[in-house]
């Protein structure tokens, strides 16, 4: 059980164009779920955690207009980044949070992952 | 948000038995801890979670002493499949309101 997806796993765009990427928790609903995005030999990066039906909280350093995030229902956030530019290359990650861990704790469960490559 | 140090590398051999140690000294009262594991251009995956004492499942344990300012992930007889990072995490208890933090991670090198 457990399971988050996300779509799609790798993305190709130019400059300027917008990319939209889909996380969802495929058998456990999810009022909160996080973004991620990662860099090479680098750590997992908080970006924002993003509620149902409210708006998301963003990190510091974040632009919120420059990433787009929606939770529009229990199952599925999406992460739009928008005007894509080269430095916004990276490897990005989501994760829905859940009661399905240890003794019924909060646990978060993490997709596979999006690769971005703009050009 | 309880702080975490790990070791940044660690390098094994297969069939042994390997034990990576993290530090969260400052961890509240609510506070547990979860470990995952990371393979390159994949997302985190969820190995074990624990509160006190040691906790074990089908392919790890945790070990965490009676003052929980630090706790052991131990990884029995690994293979050349186990390298990978290792994330050592601590959060609150079901308030709802906690969000997990990312420390460096421990990259494992299993050699044959």
């Known amino acids: 059980g457990a399971v988050v997806s996300q779509h799609p796993s790798w993305v190709i765009c130019k400059s300027g164009t917008s990319v939209k990427i889909e996380c969802r928790s495929l058998?456990?609903?999810?009022?909160?779920m996080f973004w991620y995005r990662q860099f090479p030999k680098q750590s997992l990066m908080l970006m924002a955690t993003?509620?149902?039906?409210?708006?998301?909280?963003?990190e510091q350093g974040v632009e919120k207009d420059k990433f787009l995030i929606n939770h529009a229902s229990l199952t599925l956030s999406t992460l739009t980044v928008t005007s894509a530019h080269p430095e916004d290359s990276s490897f990005y990650i989501c994760?829905?949070?859940?009661?399905?861990?240890?003794?019924?704790?909060?646990?978060?469960?993490f997709g596979p992952g999006t690769r971005l490559l703009v050009l | 948000l309880a702080k975490t140090t790990q070791p940044i590398s660690m390098d094994s051999y297969e069939g042994q038995e390997v034990n990576i140690t993290c530090s969260h000294n400052?961890?509240?009262?609510?506070?547990?801890i979860t470990w995952y594991q990371q393979f390159p251009s994949q997302g985190p995956r969820f190995i074990i979670q624990?509160?006190?004492t040691k906790v074990t499942n089908e392919v790890a344990s945790l070990f965490i002493p009676a003052d929980r300012k630090s706790s052991t992930l131990s990884l029995p007889r690994v293979s050349l499949s186990d390298t990978a990072v290792y994330y050592c995490l601590v959060g609150a208890l079901n308030t709802g309101g906690f969000k997990t933090i990312f420390g460096a991670g421990t990259r494992l090198f299993v050699k044959a």
């Open positions: 994760s829905a949070r859940t009661n399905q861990g240890y003794r019924g704790w909060e646990t978060q469960y």
């Open positions: 993003s509620n149902e039906g409210s708006k998301a909280t963003y």
């Open positions: 058998d456990f609903q999810a009022t909160t």
């Open positions: 624990g509160y006190k």
């Open positions: 400052n961890i509240a009262t609510n506070d547990y």
